[in-house]
């Protein structure tokens, strides 16, 4: 038996203390990327906002979801950036906006 700092285990990375913040990373930075491709194809293909969200629920969310149920009640505030991020860019909305605004005309929840 090796001791190691991290065990990945069905693509969650598991650290030697409990924590999950490598495996957010990870999960966030793979979000990124399926987002860059359907935005691409958004552009591409001038799809409406509805198709867009639907697409962002399908594509985006199960990758950045992964593994979720086994992360706990930590802090998954850079989850919440990324959703609230989109929300703004895709209502063209400013940054500034309140996040209370934002989840109302979008009729989403926080993804907590």
Do not use: H
């Not at 990324?82 to 926080?110: A, D, H, I, W």
């Amino acid at each position: 038996i090796n001791i190691v700092d991290t065990y990945v285990y069905l693509g969650t990375t598991i650290k030697f203390n409990g924590k999950f913040v490598d495996a957010k990373n990870k999960q966030l930075f793979q979000a990124k990327r399926a987002l860059s491709s359907i935005r691409s194809k958004k552009e591409k293909l001038q799809l409406p906002l509805d198709i867009y969200m639907n697409l962002f629920d399908t594509i985006v969310l199960p990758v950045l979801l992964y593994g979720s149920e086994v992360w706990g009640y930590e802090d998954s505030e850079q989850l919440e950036i990324f959703f609230r991020t989109f929300l703004k860019n895709t209502m063209k909305l400013n940054k500034q906006t309140p996040n209370c605004m934002v989840y109302g005309e979008s009729g989403r929840k926080p993804l907590y």
